[in-house]
């Protein structure tokens, strides 16, 4: 993880991924791109008008600080030394990240830094505070898009301010279309929630932000046994002040209510369901199709769009399938997830409609799969989503950062 090096890609794909990266260096406009998480939207980390266009495009609130992704150890060391000079002798990267960087990057894990005095990053990045978050993506499109640019991306993820993240391309489309002009679009990622972000400059270190590296796995860490959870999902709008910034915000809300029933909390009953004309139902591990409300009443298998190779445009897809940015079959054939679309069922007596999505009972799936089912059953029009919650309580697989971002979106039962 030294260096990456991109001289494989050739011919189409690297043409579409040389034009981004052109756009992101020569431009002030931001360029969507694939991570294994989500979706970025990117701009060159050290000019200011660039960084200031992401806030625009996103409407995000400017004192919510981005990422900035880096494609190297290298490239992170001049971030973190004045002025991009030559690091001195020590090594500038602190001790305690050198476990979890050897261990997870490039990878799901967002580490906070120091800014050096004198720093290339331009100020709107950090939004005024003493330290960054870095972080080497492992998609294969990210860090070579990375690589390309020759420059740190800042990048938060790629959907409007307050909606849910986006896991696709066609996601970015429905939230940015006319504010951006070009999606890197690398078909559905790998993880489906954000990084784990952790600050070990505090003493002991902790976690900000749950995501795709789990606190298990950080807790393996020399230096990172006794890791304290330092976000809030419990109870939000609480008098402290959030650690994180971004995690004090609206977020992660489809139009639609919804209602998060904890992991073993009674499921809703039937009244509750067809109190509503149109509503949306996602289930986990537990709950029967769609509740026992009935049969599906269409079962058209609908697919991705990804499936096999093939770019067929999804039923969710409302991406020109000629868009410039779009990658040939190869380069996007490395990356190959299915994500679970809604049934219909209709309910004869109460004429409710339920529109029914079925994560599966693997944690991973859920991941993957849930801001697309949000996403698609706002689409559907429904009033109200019932989730099916997952344990968190483990903390040896990914369900905390399941749990977390829908306990932002929802109205909580338990
Ligand atoms: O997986 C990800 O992390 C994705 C992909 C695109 O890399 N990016 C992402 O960025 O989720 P964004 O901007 O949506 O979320 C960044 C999170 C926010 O909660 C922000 O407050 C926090 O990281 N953050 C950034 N810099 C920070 C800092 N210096 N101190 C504390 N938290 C910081
Ligand atoms: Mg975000």
Known sequence: IEEWNVEYA????????????DEIVNTDTP??????TVYGLGADATRSSAVKAIFAAKGRPSDNPLIVHIHSLPQLRQLLSDKGAPSPESDPIPAIYKPLIERFWPGPLTLILPVPEKTVLAPEVTAGL????ARMPRSILALSLLRLCGRPLAGPSANASTRPSPTAAEHVYDDLQGRIHT???????????????????SSPPSILRPGGVTVEQLRQCPGWEDVTIGYKDKQEGGASKPRAPGMKYRHYSPKAEVILFEAGATRPARAEVTKKSKVGIIRTKTWDAALGLGAAETSV?????????????????????????????????????QIPHAQRHTLDSSGTEAW????????EDVARGLFSALRELDKKGVEVIFV???????????AA???????KAAEIRT
Do not use: W, Y
């Not at 050739?10 to 990266?21: N, P």
């Open 388 to 398: 099916e919650g997952i344990d968190d309580t483990t903390g040896d697989d990914i």
């Open 301 to 337: 298998s609908q697919t991705n769009g990804h499936v096999n190779g093939a770019s067929q445009p999804s039923a969710a897809s409302s991406i020109p399938t000629d868009a410039p940015s779009r990658l040939s079959n190869l380069l996007r054939s490395v990356i190959q997830h």
């Open 401 to 407: 950062a399941v749990m977390n971002r829908l306990r």
């Open 356 to 363: 029914d999505i079925n994560l599966g009972a693997e944690t």
């Open 183 to 201: 999606i890197v679009d690398g078909g559905p990622c790998e993880v489906g929630v954000e990084s784990t972000v952790v600050d070990g400059l």
């Open 10 to 21: 050739e011919g189409q794909d690297f043409q579409s991924l040389k034009r981004a990266a």
């Open 130 to 133: 003493s330290t960054f978050g």
């Open 31 to 36: 360029v969507a791109f694939p991570t294994e």
